[in-house]
DNA sequence: CAAGAATCCTGTCAGC
DNA sequence: TGCTGACAGGATTCTT
């Protein structure tokens, strides 16, 4: 479920249990998630400590004395739990466990395994090769109506399929853009090469502000971004089209020719839209 | 080359 | 209640 709100929150959720503790047990518990653990994982985890945080697109990067980056990608189905530790502590799925040297426990659950880890240099994690291709951050300068402009230059594929592209902007995933589209009034139908101009100039903003109202949203749900249940980063959220199908849409004035939120399948995804609001 | 389909895997939910 | 099929928030890899 996890896209770049919930990767933040996660990772802001790490950070505020991890940041300067030493790993003082690492385990392994099975060979691969959707590729192959990295050789002695384990062993390069145990007894380094912990120094820092940071996101790339929905990959979360934490940073480790002795010169490596776990590199952290929580799939679709990947989730963080942290806790106590307390004895005979088992969760299905749960293929990397933690404890720290405050008898903290880490886990990473993931039941579908389309989640990965992996170690990189951390003066080199931007060459890793999962994060070299990678477009620019959403919430970042180099994010502009100049560089999505640029991006989707001849591109004829719809803009809701371009925007999932992790080489023109990265980070945005199935949920946010729908209602990013939505909010700047663009149907996802549209080629994305036609997105410019003022539709370009409306879109940009849109997609900032969804992000960060849902981080803000998470940041201010939860203490120390952890649930009750010790699951890091999830929260509820009032979404304006996702998931409502046949709904009557809330940018619509009640009544008139609005068939309500509409859902459509494109490159496989479901995609929610009104066809009225969005042109 | 660009664009779309197939793919990895398990859990959940709607419908019968 | 149990079974079946559709579907799930990702992203790479394969085809066309």
Sequence with gaps: MPEL???????????????????V??????PDL???????????LTGAQVLSFRRRAKYILMRLSGGDSVL???????????????????????????ETDEGWRVGFVDPRRFGSIDLVRSDAEDDHRLLSGLGPEPLGEAF??????????????????ALLDQKNVAGLGNIYVCEALFRAKISPRRSAHTVVGAR??????????????????GGSSLRDYVQPDGELGYFQHAWQVYGRENEPCPGC??????AGVQRIVQSGRSTFYCPKVQR
């Design 5 to 23: 709100p919930e990767v933040e929150t996660v990772m802001r959720g790490l950070a505020a249990r991890l940041e300067g503790r030493t790993i």
């Design 25 to 30: 047990r690492a385990r392994v518990n099975r």
């Design 34 to 44: 959707r590729w192959p653990m990295p050789a002695g994982l384990a062993e390069r």
């Design 72 to 98: 952290l990608h929580l799939g679709m189905s990947g989730r963080m739990l942290i806790g106590p530790n307390r004895p005979n502590q088992e969760t299905l799925h749960e293929h990397v466990v933690l």
């Design 144 to 161: 502009s109506v100049k560089s999505l402009s640029a991006a989707l230059e001849g591109k004829k594929t719809p803009i809701k399929s």
């Design 200 to 217: 370009a100039a409306r879109l940009v903003p849109e997609i900032k502000a969804t992000l960060e109202e849902a981080i803000a949203a």
């Design 253 to 258: 004035p009640g009544g008139e020719a609005c």
